[in-house]
């Protein structure tokens, strides 16, 4: 079955860095558009950054860009999210996610992995 399997999260402070690794399995990785999501305490799920099947068409939502970077491994079936110049903002469980359909929308996604905490502490 699909496996979604994020690491990398951790306890930082305002200004570190941080990458986050999204390994698949159970899919074909190479057809399937992914994405990043994330959960503050209290605030709905919302849309980080996204890559497409291919890896040629990215997206970040404004409070990141400039300062997040998606990617992907074809070889490593792993997703990654290089975040720099952490903000206490960007605190909140992170979410990789894959959908066949293009989108930003949490609900377009058909499987999430189990998240992973990131706390930015000032």
């Known amino acids: 079955q699909v496996r979604l399997v994020e690491s990398g999260g951790g306890l930082v402070q305002t200004g570190d860095s941080l990458r986050l690794s999204c390994a698949a399995s159970?899919?074909?990785?190479?057809?399937?558009?992914m994405g990043w999501f994330r959960q503050a305490p209290g605030k709905e799920r919302e849309v980080v950054a996204t890559?497409?099947?291919?890896?040629?068409?990215?997206y970040y939502t404004d409070s990141v860009k400039g300062r997040f970077t998606i990617s992907r491994n074809y070889a490593k079936h792993t997703m990654y999210l290089q975040m720099n110049s952490l903000k206490r903002e960007d605190t909140a469980v992170y979410y990789c996610?894959?959908?066949?359909?293009?989108?930003?929308?949490?609900?377009?996604?058909?499987?999430w992995g189990q998240g992973t905490q990131v706390t930015v502490s000032s």
């Open positions: 996610a894959v959908t066949g359909r293009s989108s930003y929308s949490p609900d377009d996604y058909d499987f």
């Open positions: 890559i497409n099947y291919s890896g040629t068409n990215t």
């Open positions: 159970g899919l074909t990785f190479s057809i399937y558009n």
